[in-house]
RNA sequence: GUGGAUGUAGCUCAGGGGUAGAGCGCCUGACUGUGGAUCAGGAGGUCGUGGGUUCAAAUCCCAUCAUCCACCCCA
């Protein structure tokens, strides 16, 4: 008796089959394009790191997330990544002579041991596009182009770029005049303006045991409202007096001009003094993207790290970067049916039908010319029924089917059937690659 | 990590202590040169997994795993 492991993959990972990955490879395929156009380069580094380059970067509870991936008999103690700006920290420090500023992107999966939903996964990917070595405010602006650029390309209309500074936070705890130890309940309550409210983050400050005058200043600052300038003006009349949020303030302001002169639209992006950001290496200025429907929490996340460096080197480097989630991205696309039509089911163009056993050379030769063309062929391997090779390609969503048998042989042209209209024509043998070439351009521009 | 819901055919789901149903899909034929229709036949399920209660469990109980939702956190 033959037992069987059930086949399953573990928690919060999946398989993903061609028809998705076809999704993905698009998605992914616009975000370099972007990345390129501005000057970033490509950059790969392990899946896995020594541990000790990966622990103290992130903060108490991320750390818990992180995967150990020792073998047996390893000597290394070993973790997978959970990011990639620290290992491109790790790069950094790794090679100084790398000219300087060094803009790099990477496309790869990163691990997290998290309570897997809808959008989050234990394995999924990161894009990033960061820059080291400039502590200009036009590389955190090009940043924000960067999303910009990439989610209107992709075709999102309604999304919101939250831009903060962590300096800025800094100065409002100063305000706030409470103790060191109760600023991180203090920024997570804040943090949660948008979901909960005035009124919710008001309850979870008193939970917090934070005084009821200071509560009441907070609150006055939470509720401005208004344009990018607005709101940064309207701040440094209330916290001109810290040093730090004054900073961060004038960050802001530089970063909000070189927006303009970029031509990012206004309605894409605004200073939310209440957007916090877990991860605690931190420094400048800060941004997430939320799309409003369907609620999936942010879908790109980043910010400015000057520090991060300084822990691998003595020769520290600014940096700032941007990551995208694809996984969140292509769930929105999906449900809101964003992918353009000739993002097909299906690599394949062109089903190459073979007729019966005596016309099996002439069509391999044929799918021969038509792959020469350029054009993605396939040919069926079983000689026989065309009722059966239509519904293969039917059910496969290739676009075009060509019909080689004895009558077209006979007058040297070939049935070139449409699936999607039914239409079906004879053409001869030296004019079907283009033929099919031109209809598919049709079909793009449609 | 905490709390809750769900888990029956490929898909969507119904049922409910006496060893399984529908719709859609799939396969075959009517249709020996053409896929979305019709008709006729057919295949496919250890009722998530493991234990317990019972003469009997898919149905009740426990555990476990997976998915979803909220919290936490985040891409």
Redesign the pocket.
């Known amino acids: 008796m033959a037992t069987f492991i ?1 086949p399953r993959v ?3 990972m999946r398989d993903i089959l061609p028809e998705q990955m076809i999704r993905r490879q698009y998605v992914i395929n616009v975000i370099r394009d972007v990345f390129e156009e501005f000057g970033f380069e490509p950059l790969q580094t392990p899946a896995l790191e020594l541990s000790e380059v990966l622990t103290g970067k992130y903060g108490p ?2 750390e818990k997330l992180i995967y150990q991936a020792g073998h047996t008999g390893g000597k290394e103690d070993i973790s997978m990544r959970y ?1 990639l700006s620290v290992p491109l920290c790790r790069v950094i420090a790794m090679y100084p002579q790398l000219p300087k500023p060094f803009k790099r992107y990477q496309i790869d999966p990163v691990w ?1 041991a ?8 234990r394995q ?1 990917f ?1 894009c990033d596009a960061d820059t080291v070595g400039s502590d200009s405010m036009l590389a955190d602006a090009e940043n924000v182009n960067l999303i910009y650029q990439v989610l209107s390309r992709l075709g999102f209309k309604q999304f919101e770029i939250n831009i903060n500074d962590r300096k800025l936070i800094t100065g409002i705890g100063q305000f706030a005049g409470v103790p060191t130890e109760q600023l991180g309940g203090l920024y ?1 309550s804040i943090d ?1 303006l948008d ?1 909960i409210g005035l009124d919710g983050v008001t309850a979870e400050l008193r939970e917090n045991e934070i005084p009821e005058d200071v509560i009441e200043k907070l609150l006055a600052l939470l509720q401005v409202e208004g344009d990018a300038l607005t709101v940064l003006n309207e701040m440094k009349q209330q916290l001109g007096d810290f040093e730090t949020a004054s900073e961060g303030i004038a960050d802001l302001e530089e970063l909000i001009g070189y927006l303009t002169t970029l031509g990012v639209p206004e309605e894409c992006y605004r200073v939310n003094v209440a957007m916090v ?3 605690e290496y931190y420094t400048g200025p800060i941004y ?1 993207t939320v799309v409003e429907e369907p ?1 999936i ?5 980043g910010g400015r790290y000057d520090e991060l460096i300084g822990s691998f080197s003595k020769q520290s480097f600014p940096a700032t970067g941007t ?1 995208f ?1 694809i ?2 991205i292509i769930d929105v696309m999906e449900e809101f049916n964003m992918f353009p039509t000739t993002v097909g089911k299906t690599v394949t163009q062109v089903l190459m039908t073979v007729f019966d056993d005596d016309l099996m050379e002439e069509s391999l030769k044929l799918a021969t010319t038509l792959r020469q063309g350029g054009l993605r062929t396939e040919v069926y391997f079983r000689p026989g029924k ?3 090779q ?2 293969y390609a ?2 496969k969503g290739i676009p075009y089917a060509v ?1 080689l ?4 042989l006979a007058s040297g042209t070939a ?1 070139v ?1 449409d ?2 209209t ?1 239409e ?1 024509e004879n053409v001869p043998l030296d004019k079907i690659v283009d033929h099919i070439n031109q209809r598919l351009d049709n079909d793009e521009i449609k």
């Not at 048998?405 to 077209?408: A, Q, R």
């Open positions: 059930k573990p928690r919060g509870d991320a990011d997290r998290e309570r897997p939903q809808k959008g989050r996964y999924f990161q997570r949660k979901k950001r877990g991860l997430e609620k929490g942010s879908i790109t996340g990551s989630g996984e969140r065309i009722s059966t239509m519904k039917d059910a019909i048998g004895s009558d077209e049935a059937r699936l999607a039914r079906q």
